[in-house]
T-cell receptor, first 117, second 109 residues
Framework: DTAVSQTPKYLVTQMGNDKSIKCEQN?????MYWYKQDSKKFLKIMFS???????INETVPNRFSPKSPDKAHLNLHINSLELGDSAVYFC????????????????FGEGSRLTVL | GQNIDQPTEMTATEGAIVQINCTYQ??????LFWYQQHAGEAPTFLSY??LDGLEEKGRFSSFLSRSKGYSYLLLKELQMKDSASYLC??????????WGAGTKLIIKP
């Protein structure tokens, strides 16, 4: 069984379009994330979301919006795509400890490679 | 600012030992992680250090010195399948992970 799954795995689209990437985790984790990995290979957190709070990274343009219908799903919607949005987007999840702290160990999806033409 | 530094690329020989270093400057410290990422795949968890010292797990060991802001990942008996990028990440005071750019390890026969 896939622990963290995201679709689509590959996405090619034109500038200006709107697209979504879906993510689901079956680990029962409370916290989910979206990361962007660009050509320089840095993993940059975009959003983290748990039952209580959506944490927005201030460097993320408001064209990016996460949507979480329930704690097992965290989708990423991108409006008005730009060339610079081309990257691999990773969904991940982790478990909050009983003390309310995040263990930090992340379980990643396989990634969604977005190419904007 | 917060910063994680690690070498961009390293080359080693099959069967040998390699040490990948990571230095960090972060606002708070709640542990240091090493992840392995094969090309085109997702990162996978290797190790977690929160106290000073060496943690051994099979062929892989990870060391931490909090006073020096320093960690290393030691890989022994290198195999071709160990060719990958190795990512160092530090959990800051808010338990958010700050990531290095990764070290690409190339294993030669």
């Amino acid at each position: 069984d896939t622990a963290v799954s995201q679709t689509p795995k590959y996405l090619v689209t034109q500038m200006g379009n709107d697209k979504s990437i879906k993510c689901e985790q079956n680990l029962g984790h409370d916290t989910m994330y979206w990361y962007k990995q660009d050509s320089k290979k840095f993993l940059k957190i975009m959003f983290s979301y748990n039952n209580k709070e959506l944490i927005i990274n201030e460097t993320v343009p408001n064209r990016f919006s996460p949507k979480s219908p329930d704690k097992a799903h965290l989708n990423l919607h991108i409006n008005s795509l730009e060339l610079g949005d081309s990257a691999v987007y990773f969904c991940a999840s982790s478990q909050v400890t009983s003390g309310g702290r995040n263990t930090g160990e992340l379980f990643f999806g396989e990634g969604s490679r977005l190419t904007v033409l | 600012g917060q910063n994680i530094d690690q070498p961009t690329e390293m080359t080693a020989t099959e069967g040998a030992i390699v040490q990948i270093n990571c230095t960090y400057q972060t606002s708070g410290f709640n542990g240091l992680f090493w992840y392995q990422q094969h090309a085109g795949e997702a990162p996978t968890f290797l190790s977690y250090n929160v106290l000073d010292g060496l943690e051994e797990k099979g062929r892989f060991s990870s060391f931490l010195s909090r006073s020096k802001g320093y960690s290393y990942l030691l890989l022994k008996e290198l195999q071709m399948k160990d060719s990958a990028s190795y990512l160092c990440a530090v959990a800051d005071s808010n338990y958010q992970l700050i990531w290095g750019a990764g070290t690409k390890l190339i294993i030669k026969p």
